[in-house]
């Protein structure tokens, strides 16, 4: 990703829809920036109709991500194979409540995420480091070899572990 760049994650309802488009313009509201809507784009998973995504992409004034598109040198479509056959199965636990709940903890440090970070293709071990925060471990992702595919991997993973969070404390799945 570039300093400039953001990634927003949601559902296709119509609330999470307008909720990104205030978000656009609230960012626009405080920093006086922009956004490029000529390099902005979308990408649906598969569950998503043409119809719907059409819809959105008009309403978001996006254009809609294709099976070549790349970011950051990749195809979009590297993130498909894992995410569906591992990533979107994650159950997450409620721990006891007097754990505090921070972003460190929840992605990196709780002991649902921290099988699920070894049993990833970046294969880590997380339990070893209790001081690693997500800031370091982007930024070694970033700085590693292999880069856009470490990214890549520990973006769709995060991802992940947020949604499945989100899902227990929101719809009690």
């Given at each position: ?31 006086g ?22 819809e ?16 950051l ?11 569906a ?10 721990e ?25 293709p970046?294969?880590l ?5 209790h001081?690693?925060t997500?800031?370091?471990?982007v930024?070694q ?12 991997m ?20």
């Amino acid at each position: 990703m570039f300093g400039d760049d953001v990634m927003l994650f949601g559902n296709t309802n119509d609330t999470t829809i307008n909720s990104i488009t205030e978000i656009l313009q609230h960012y626009y509201n405080v920093s006086g920036q922009l956004v490029n809507y000529n390099k902005s784009s979308i990408h649906f998973s598969k569950s998503v109709s043409d119809e719907r995504s059409n819809e959105i992409t008009t309403i978001l004034g996006v254009s809609r991500m294709s099976k070549d598109d790349k970011y950051l040198g990749l195809l979009q479509q590297i993130f498909d194979p894992f995410t569906a056959t591992q990533i979107n199965n994650i159950q997450i636990h409620k721990e006891a409540e007097n754990n505090e709940e921070s972003v460190d903890h929840l992605l990196l440090h709780c002991s649902t995420a921290q099988p699920i970070w070894f049993a990833s293709p970046l294969g880590l071990r997380l339990q070893e480091d209790h001081h690693l925060t997500l800031g370091n471990l982007v930024e070694q992702w970033l700085t590693c070899q292999d880069n856009e595919y470490s990214f890549a991997m520990g973006a769709t993973t995060s991802w992940a572990l947020w949604k499945a969070r989100n899902e227990l404390v929101f719809d009690n799945k």
